[in-house]
Antibody, heavy 118, light 112 residues
Framework: QLQLQESGPGLVKPSETLSLTCTVSGGSISSISYYWGWIRQPPGKGLEWIGSVFYRGSTYYNPSLKSRVTISVDTSKNQFSLKLSSVTAADTAIFYC??????????WGQGTLVTVSS | QSALTQPASVSGSPGQSITISCTGSSLDLGGYTYVSWYQQHPGKAPKLMIYDVNKRPSGVSNRFSGSKSGNTASLTISGLQAEDEADYYCNSYTTSSTPNWVFGGGTKLTVL
């Protein structure tokens, strides 16, 4: 059974860079059939797609976040990562990683809350 | 990019059927057969319920069904049960700028 697990600091200071890693187990990240993505959800609000990465490194980013987002993949560790720079309180959210089968996000991590505060 | 438009809330009684709409444009769900629906219970990760407009992943109840007409997709839940109370999100592929993915704002389903 495929599992995804987010990890990283739960508290980030304003203006700093948020960094999260998603570890994939029970399957290979190096599959031509899937993209891998990050989605966030501010407390009490809806889902927002952040970006997606293919195992060969090609990426797509949400235009509203593109200037601050970098997503990368480490096939040797079966992981992919998110970096969001110059964070503010508005970036406080639960961050999910997910597998993308074509278009739908079919497997999700449990999510990790990241709070931006000094 | 604009999110897909969903009603903020819908409600129904046990046993009834409800429908949640999701409105987009020809650049997203109107132009592709790539509409997905997710169920999210409080404190939990979203769960894929419908993909490619009307397909159900293995294990999802056949009480859940999807459809699309023009720029509007719909999720129908029949035989409403208490456990169906949750937030529901639609999702589509879009080429409004670069190719990417977009979500609806979410609909809170209350089972009365």
């Amino acid at each position: 059974q495929l599992q995804l697990q987010e990890s990283g600091p739960g508290l980030v200071k304003p203006s700093e860079t948020l960094s999260l890693t998603c570890t994939v187990s029970g399957g290979s990240i190096s599959s031509i059939s899937y993209y891998w993505g990050w989605i966030r959800q501010p407390p009490g609000k809806g889902l927002e797609w952040i970006g997606s990465v293919f195992y060969r490194g090609s990426t797509y980013y949400n235009p509203s976040l593109k200037s601050r987002v970098t997503i990368s993949v480490d096939t040797s560790k079966n992981q992919f990562s998110l970096k969001l720079s110059s964070v503010t309180a508005a970036d406080t959210a639960i961050f999910y990683c997910a597998r993308i089968r074509g278009v739908p996000f079919d497997y999700w991590g449990q999510g990790t809350l990241v709070t931006v505060s000094s | 990019q604009s999110a897909l438009t969903q009603p903020a809330s819908v409600s129904g009684s046990p046993g009834q059927s409800i429908t949640i709409s999701c409105t987009g444009s020809s650049l997203d769900l109107g132009g592709y057969t790539y509409v997905s629906w997710y169920q999210q219970h409080p404190g939990k990760a979203p769960k894929l319920m419908i993909y490619d407009v009307n397909k159900r992943p293995s294990g999802v109840s056949n009480r859940f069904s999807g459809s699309k007409s023009g720029n509007t997709a719909s999720l129908t839940i029949s035989g409403l049960q208490a456990e169906d109370e949750a937030d529901y999100y639609c999702n589509s592929y879009t080429t409004s700028s670069t190719p990417n993915w977009v979500f609806g704002g979410g609909t809170k389903l209350t089972v009365l």
